[in-house]
């Protein structure tokens, strides 16, 4: 009798205090990440600022050691999401089952219920205002069959960005000891989403969304009050302290910034925007930062690099600079071969020659941006035995805007990874395009 209630008792506080399977796993990760991180917490503070487009350090303060994520992990999860999007594998329509491992999320979260069903967009949206763990959860099997399964994906898709130090084990960034990354990979990251998938990008500027009832704001509250911040992801675990990656546009110039191991969120959100100050400061005041972020067409040499790449060999300078900012002034009067040039600008994904992969080097506001850059990578690439179709790909982004994508299509598998491998190793984001 008395083993029975004690039993009774212990199911009645599981009850009680919400004791789930999958909250308690969570509690077990948070223990063993207390007791067993590989992440120096004596030295949490860490941060970076990048140009964009160029990939310019602007700021730095121990950018390379090892961090743990939190919520920034759903940034790979969205830039997931949206690949999948954009190759046809998702719609925003889709609706997703979500599971038992899902619903069970620790929060923060949506609430999602065993066996309903939540829409692509509505659970991007979750991620991006309420940093939902169990819609991370519903994308991640969604796209992988499982949460680990993604989670490699993840890993695989970090490495290929050039995120060389960072490994993902869920897609929450719920407490795992393994889980690590570094202010200089997670700006890789940010410029990635930015660059990459401009139309998709503006999600993370939503100031909240309605779902089921409810209003969930945005938790990055430093949009509200810094001009120009339009995103893009907070992030907090008592390991890590309180993280943040923000995205500024002023004038011709966005920067990326990453804070990690703010004491609080105001303290985090108050160095975040001190950072962005000095560094549009600096950008003002240094002849040589002027010169990036005003006319990027003039590219930076470097002949110190080492170009260990046996099949393709490439310019060792800053081919992503060459996109000049110079050309979206109102008063840009292109020439007459750059406007047929311009007119050629597509929209089909379909490419025609050596293969069906492409890479995609950035995107623009203008199509002339992309062609420059295009320009300047093509002529400057030897050991193919095809030449590769250059593409500027006009786009939808949010709010009506239209943005160009600057792709070399018609490659196969092996030479659009090295191509992509090469530009990464020099600083450079870029993404393979699959068939």
């Known amino acids: ?3 029975s209630k004690i039993v009774t008792f212990l199911a009645l506080v599981a009850v009680v205090f919400g004791a789930s399977d999958a909250e308690a796993r969570a509690r077990r990760h948070t223990y063993h990440h207390r007791s067993y991180s590989i992440v120096d917490r004596s030295a949490a503070y860490a941060d970076i600022v990048i140009d964009s487009e160029t990939g310019q350090i602007i700021h730095e303060e121990d950018s390379d050691s090892l961090r743990h994520p939190a919520s920034l992990t759903k940034m790979m999860t969205l830039y997931l999401t949206f690949q ?3 190759s046809g594998r998702l719609d ?12 069970y999320q620790a929060p923060s979260k949506l609430g999602l219920r065993v066996g309903q069903r939540i829409r692509v967009e509505d659970a991007i949206l979750g991620l991006v205002t309420e940093s939902a763990n169990d819609a991370a959860v519903v994308l991640a099997e969604g796209l992988a069959g499982s949460e680990s399964a993604f989670a490699d994906m993840m890993t695989r898709q970090a490495h290929a960005l050039g995120m060389t130090r960072t490994r993902f084990r869920n897609a929450s960034g719920l407490p795992d000891p393994y889980q690590i ?3 200089r990979d997670m700006a890789v990251l940010g410029a990635a989403l930015i660059n990459h998938y401009p139309e998709y990008y503006p999600y993370f500027s939503r100031e909240g969304f309605r779902y089921a009832g409810g209003y969930h704001r945005n938790h990055n509250r430093l949009m509200d009050r810094y001009d120009g911040m339009d995103g893009i992801k907070t992030g907090y675990i008592r390991a890590s302290g309180f993280n943040l990656v923000s995205s500024v546009k002023r004038g011709g110039t966005r920067l990326v910034a990453v804070v990690f191991g703010g004491r609080s969120a ?11 100050d000095q560094s549009f400061a600096d950008i003002r005041n ?10 990027k067409g003039e590219g930076d040499s470097d002949d110190n690099v080492n170009n260990d790449n046996e099949d393709v060999e490439l310019p060792a300078k800053r081919v992503a600079s060459s996109a000049s900012k110079g050309v979206q002034k109102a008063d840009y009067k292109p020439s007459r071969e750059k406007q047929k040039r311009a007119e050629r600008t597509v929209s089909s994904r ?12 950035g995107a623009y506001s203008n199509p002339e941006a992309g062609h420059q850059v295009l320009d ?13 179709k250059p593409q500027v790909q006009k786009v939808k982004a949010g709010g009506g805007a239209v943005m160009y994508r600057a792709r070399l299509m018609a490659l196969d598998q092996r030479s659009a990874e090295k191509i992509c491998a090469y530009l990464n190793r020099n600083g450079k984001s870029c993404l393979t395009v699959e068939p």
């Open 92 to 103: 925003l329509d889709r609706y997703l089952r979500v599971s038992s491992d899902a619903a």
């Open 84 to 86: 999948a999007l954009d």
């Open 376 to 388: 300047t990578l093509v002529s400057s690439i030897t050991g193919l035995s095809y030449t590769p």
């Open 266 to 276: 105001t303290r985090r959100d108050n160095q975040m925007a001190r950072l962005l």
């Open 1 to 3: 009798m008395r083993i």
């Open 181 to 183: 990354t570094t202010a």
């Open 350 to 361: 379909t490419p025609a020659g050596g293969g069906t992969w492409g890479v995609q080097i």
């Open 286 to 295: 240094d002849s040589r930062l002027q010169r990036i972020a005003s006319a």
